[in-house]
Structure formats: structure tokens, C-alpha cells
Nanobody, 125 residues
Framework: QVQLEESGGGLAQPGDSLRLSCVAS????????IGWFRQPPGKEREFVAA????????YYATSVKGRFTISRDNARNTVALQMNSLKPEDTAVYYC??????????????????WGQGTQVTVSS
């Protein structure tokens, strides 16, 4: 069973940038997708960004498109989330996840079977 560990969360002001990192205990297989989700206070977990399987195509939630960038370093089994122009509504616990969703289910949290412990991001002035 692969293990995931996130880091890089913290407190930021509106307009600031943060970079999250997720290290996997092994390289993802060709059929596995890896992505980021977040859970705002009192709300359900929601999709943020992901790579579909081993390809280079990236997918983003509308709310973060143009501000967040997902990237991967296969040599280090790492996926990162660069978050720019942060807003208070980006406040959430951010999770890294691995799963085998079909493309139409890429944004569904229940399509992912392995999760990290999460890292808190708080955006406040």
C-alpha cells in the first residue's frame, strides 16, 4: 500500500503564494492518477487538481484554474501544488490522493483509495 505525506501548508495572507508537496512511498503506476483535494471548514472534500494516470495532462477545479499549478517529479515520487494569488476561500485542509478513476470520475473523492494525512492552509489577513 502506497503511503503519501503532504507538507508545505501554513498561514498566508490574501495574494500570497504557498507551495504544497506530496511525497509517495513509491512511484505511481501507469494506471494511477494522483491529485490534490481540499476540505474547507464545515464543507465536503472537493477536487483541486490532478494528473490523469501517467500522462502529462492536468485538470483543475474552476475555482483554482489560472492560480494553482500541479506538477510532478517522477524521479522523487513527488507531486507539488503551487498556489498563487491565494484567497480566504482557499482556506482548507489539503490532501494528496492516489486512485484509479476513469476520466469522468477524476474529480470525485470517492474514486481515490489512498490519502495523505492532510496539511492545513489558512488564508487570512
Amino acid at each position: 500500500q502506497v503511503q503519501l505525506e503532504e507538507s508545505g501548508g501554513g498561514l498566508a495572507q490574501p495574494g500570497d503564494s504557498l507551495r504544497l508537496s506530496c511525497v509517495a512511498s513509491r512511484r505511481t503506476s501507469i494506471s494511477e492518477s494522483i491529485g490534490w483535494f481540499r476540505q474547507p471548514p464545515g464543507k465536503e472534500r472537493e477536487f483541486v487538481a490532478a494528473f490523469f494516470r501517467s500522462g502529462a495532462n492536468t485538470y483543475y477545479a474552476t475555482s483554482v484554474k489560472g492560480r494553482f499549478t500541479i506538477s510532478r517529479d517522477n524521479a522523487r515520487n513527488t507531486v507539488a501544488l503551487q498556489m498563487n494569488s491565494l484567497k480566504p476561500e482557499d482556506t482548507a485542509v489539503y490532501y494528496c490522493a492516489i486512485g484509479r478513476p476513469i476520466l469522468s470520475s477524476l474529480t470525485r473523492a470517492d474514486a481515490y483509495g489512498t490519502w495523505g494525512q492532510g496539511t492545513q492552509v489558512t488564508v487570512s489577513s
